[in-house]
Nanobody, 125 residues
Framework: QLQASGGGLVQAGGSLRLSCTAS????????VGWFRQAPGKERDFVAA????????????YNSEIAKGRFTIARDNAKNTVYLQMNRLESEDTAVYYC????????????????WGQGTLVTVSS
């Protein structure tokens, strides 16, 4: 099970940190991705982090969305993956989902299973 949290209302230019907490399994053994879905739009890949041996892992970003503003990181002791979002824009308004990476292209929703329920991020201009 994944639990996404940390969304809320923020002004443009502000920051939020989203959390994705895994229960029932150790997060270091899984890759996790963040996606977002705005009203009436498809679910888009934002960032992902590979499984970790505790030290080494890979971070993958959708550069068109992240634009150097977002950082994904993990705290294995807390079974949590974070998405730090800075310099937020109104276009970032969406429901953000985390999911467990299974295999394949990180950008594709079909590469993931065990989706969390989503957390709403609203950026006011």
């Amino acid at each position: 099970q994944l639990q996404a949290s940390g969304g809320g209302l923020v002004q443009a230019g502000g920051s939020l940190r989203l959390s994705c907490t895994a229960s029932g399994r150790t997060s270091s053994n899984i890759g996790v991705g963040w996606f977002r879905q705005a009203p009436g739009k498809e679910r888009d890949f934002v960032a992902a982090i590979s499984e970790s041996d505790g030290v080494i892992y890979n971070a993958i970003y959708n550069s068109e969305i992240a634009k150097g503003r977002f950082t994904i990181a993990r705290d294995n002791a807390k079974n949590t993956v974070y998405l730090q979002m800075n310099r937020l824009e109104s276009e970032d308004t969406a429901v953000y989902y985390c999911a467990v990476y299974r295999t394949g292209n990180y950008y594709f929703t079909s590469s993931y299973d065990y989706w969390g329920q989503g957390t709403l991020v609203t950026v006011s201009s």
